[in-house]
Every structure is written in C-alpha cells, then in structure tokens.
Nanobody, 126 residues
Framework: VHLVESGGGLVQAGGSLTLSCSASGGTFRDYAMGWFRQAPGKERLFVASISRYGAVTYYAGSAKGRSIISRDDAKNTVYLQMNSLELEDTAVYYC????????????????????WGQGTRVAVSS
C-alpha cells in the first residue's frame, strides 16, 4: 500500500487545515487508518485513527475536540480536519495503514501500522 499525504502548509494560530492521504496498491477498505505527527527532535505521536468502514474513531487528547478524522473508501482517501490550530501543532504529519483484524479496531501505536506515507509539513505561526 502506497500512501501520499497532502494539504500541509503554513497557517496562523487559530486557523484550520485539512490533510488528505491517498492510498493505492491495496484494498483500502480493509485497513484501519491513522494520523501521527512528529515535531523536530521529538518522537512520532498518535493524533487520530479510524477503523475499517469508519465506524469507530479515536483521538489523542491533544486532538480531541479540535480534529476530525474521516475516510472515503470510494476515493481511497483518509482525511484529518484540524481546527483551532496551535503553535504546538507544528510538525510533520504522517498517515498510516494497518490491518487490525476487527472491523471496529483502531490503532494508537506506531507498531499497529504497517504502511506509512512520506509526511506533510504543518507549520503554525503566531
């Protein structure tokens, strides 16, 4: 599965951004999808995940209430809408795909995912 993120950029604090991740080379609907982020010099952290078919979503505390993860299986794409962006949201954002078995499973750890995109950079300015 090949994943390509897009939609990153420079945004002012308080603004919004929607990231997209397009998948190819596999059966997209079979995969749980996740978004992670990595700030310079920091570890890669979980942001949000969505189960197969989109029945279940789960968010990191930092993203809950400010972000929405969604998927369009017809377009082989997963999205991350981010609102009320803060300086601390500055990072490279990665999408990931994993086979988690249950149709309602979501993954929150890096090791839950097999395939990763190259990342898209988000910079939040004051």
């Amino acid at each position: 599965v090949h994943l390509v993120e897009s939609g990153g950029g420079l945004v002012q604090a308080g603004g919004s951004l929607t990231l997209s991740c397009s998948a190819s080379g596999g059966t997209f609907r079979d995969y749980a999808m996740g978004w992670f982020r990595q700030a310079p010099g920091k570890e890669r952290l979980f942001v949000a995940s969505i189960s197969r078919y989109g029945a279940v979503t789960y968010y990191a505390g930092s993203a809950k209430g400010r972000s929405i993860i969604s998927r369009d299986d017809a377009k082989n794409t997963v999205y991350l809408q981010m609102n009320s962006l803060e300086l601390e949201d500055t990072a490279v954002y990665y999408c990931a795909a994993g086979l988690l078995g249950s149709s309602q499973a979501v993954g929150v750890l890096v090791r839950h995912y097999t395939y990763w995109g190259q990342g898209t950079r988000v910079a939040v300015s004051s």
